[in-house]
């Protein structure tokens, strides 16, 4: 004899069944009821209660009717745009900081963008990013009860399960419990992760990579960063520090890098890195007219787009290093697709030659023949849109704890 289900168990089965028609709103819309019980297999009465429930969280909005011959006709269902809102905050660069209002959708409603001395002030850091989203909500006329929540990107090993800044060396924050700090402060939920991964979620769901369920977003700059997308998702690895990909070794006993160790990738192929090399070709080449001393990396850039041979030596290097390590991702992941990305990636073409070569010369038997590289610049607010997305991804969450 059978028992009935206990109230915790209907509960859960009540909130399954929202999420499977919300998603199923979100991803066909619009969409009629009759279409909803046909997609998800739940009764008609099921359907009419929950949607009518959603219409009135101001979740789902009706829009139009279906076309029919005969009978009373369907009305259409849709997300409602305005019903919630999300923030997305990100810090691309040192003291950058970036935020944007995204409706559910993932549309940008609003953006703004500042500079605040961050670095060496965890602490002081905290409380500037809650003034900021509190200040931007203020100025954006939203009410506090129709936003979901802050996503948040930082740089570095980000434990995203616990909230948790490990290690940040660009900002030398370590072990910084910002999540929960964040959400006492705003009375909001608050999900962080690293940067990169706010990225790839960003080019998974509006940008190069919707179309891969396979691919690789490796970001040129300030760090080298990498996003890895498997099977449609975010891969962190065992404890969310995955992706490092700047911080593998490139030349053993090599220089020193910001994090510590030596020899990293981004020891030679950031723009850090890049200077470093031109500062070490001044010293060897003393007194030598096509070394000219002094140079800001855009003007050693410019020396090379006039054709300065001896400069363009550091470019070369820097993408024969950068290639070989492509090719090892490639070799490892087998990737449809590496998005090659950055702010001011189009200002790297020095590098690109050596780079194609050494990913070319490397790669592993056919992994590299129908591999696309795409190289494009990222938009500021695409980092923010993609921290954004960490709440939009969490809210269409399945109870049971699936994956869009």
């Known amino acids: 004899m059978s028992r009935s289900a206990s109230p915790v168990d209907r509960k859960l089965m009540r909130a399954m069944n929202q999420n499977t028609l919300l998603n199923l709103i979100r991803l066909h819309a619009p969409i009629s009821r009759t279409q909803l019980m046909a997609l998800s297999g739940l009764s008609s009465g099921t359907v009419v209660t929950i949607t009518a429930q959603l219409l009135e969280q ?80 203020s100025h954006s006329g939203i009410a506090r009860d129709k936003v979901l929540g802050l ?19 660009i900002h030398q924050w370590h072990d910084l419990a910002i999540g929960s700090l964040l959400s006492e402060k705003l009375q909001i939920p608050v999900y962080i992760d690293n940067i990169m991964n706010c990225l790839g979620s960003y080019e998974r ?49 090599g220089r020193l890098c910001e994090c510590g160790k030596r020899g990293c990738l981004e020891a030679y192929v950031s723009d850090q890195g890049l200077l470093a090399s031109y500062h070490e070709l001044c010293q060897t080449h003393p007194n030598d007219p096509a070394v000219p001393v002094g ?17 363009q030596q550091i470019f070369t290097h820097a993408g024969h290093l950068l290639g070989c390590g492509l090719a090892t991702l490639v070799n490892l992941f087998n990737p449809e697709c590496i998005i090659l990305t950055g702010p001011d990636v189009n200002s ?57």
């Open 348 to 404: 790297h073409q020095a590098i690109f030659a050596s780079m194609h070569e050494a990913l070319h010369q490397h790669t592993f038997s056919r992994l590299g023949e129908e591999l696309q590289l795409v190289i494009e610049p990222v938009a500021e607010t695409c980092w923010a849109q993609g921290a954004g997305c960490l709440v939009l991804r969490h809210f269409f969450r399945s109870p049971l704890g699936a994956s869009l």
């Open 205 to 253: 769901l509006f940008g190069p990579g919707k179309q891969y369920h396979d691919f690789l977003t490796v970001t040129l700059g300030r760090g080298i960063g990498l996003a890895m997308i498997v099977n449609g998702e975010i891969y962190r690895g065992a404890r969310g520090g995955g992706g490092e990909f700047g911080h593998i070794p490139a030349i053993a006993g």
């Open 151 to 169: 996503g948040c990107g930082f740089s570095g090993y980000v434990a995203a399960q616990t909230g948790h800044i490990v290690d940040d060396w």
């Open 58 to 137: 101001e979740l789902i909005v009706e829009q139009g009717v279906a076309e029919s011959t005969i009978g009373r006709k369907a009305g259409l269902l849709e997300l409602h745009p305005e019903g919630r809102y999300v923030i997305g905050l990100s810090l691309v660069e040192e003291e950058t900081i970036a935020m944007v209002l995204l409706n559910l959708l993932g549309e940008v409603v609003a953006s703004e963008s500042w500079t605040a001395p961050l670095r060496y002030q965890g602490a002081a850091a905290v409380q500037a990013l809650a003034d900021g989203v509190t200040g931007f909500l």
């Open 295 to 311: 140079l800001t990396l855009a003007q050693v850039q410019e020396q090379v787009q006039q054709g300065n041979a001896t400069l």
